[in-house]
């Protein structure tokens, strides 16, 4: 299973789980909120100048050192934290975005025909009829 699959089955059951947990948590009231904002904005003017006399990090030793990370641990924590049974649609949903789009990745559905029984528009007397005349016996 792909990284990238695994993560969209994570993020199907987070959602599936996010109305649970809403009502419990308390609201921050809206000084803090303020407050947080404005230490965020000062902190990120203060990062912008003191830029100036740093070298820039290479783009890819930023990625190979968070390429190295495992997140094994915490989707098994969260997997196993999460005994919450999930419904049965998102089950479904995982489940479908986890098949190959191939054909011969997809169940086959199993189409039964209905086979009539095969009938002419002739009669046996027709039959007898043609046979006289066409072979005169």
Known sequence: MSAALL???LE????????QAAPNQAKPSRASV???RKAKATQTRKLRNSAK?????????E??????QDHLKTNLKFMTCARITV????TRQI??????????DRPVAKMKKNKKAESTVFT????QKFQQEYFGS
């Open 7 to 9: 993560r969209r089955g």
């Open 12 to 19: 199907l059951l987070a959602k599936s789980e996010a109305p």
């Open 34 to 36: 303020k407050r947080a």
């Open 53 to 61: 006399g740093k070298v820039p990090k290479s783009a890819l030793a």
């Open 63 to 68: 990625f190979q050192k968070r390429e190295c």
């Open 87 to 90: 419904a049965e649609a998102v």
């Open 95 to 104: 489940l479908l975005q986890n098949r190959g789009r191939k054909a011969c």
């Open 124 to 127: 046996e007397e027709d039959f």
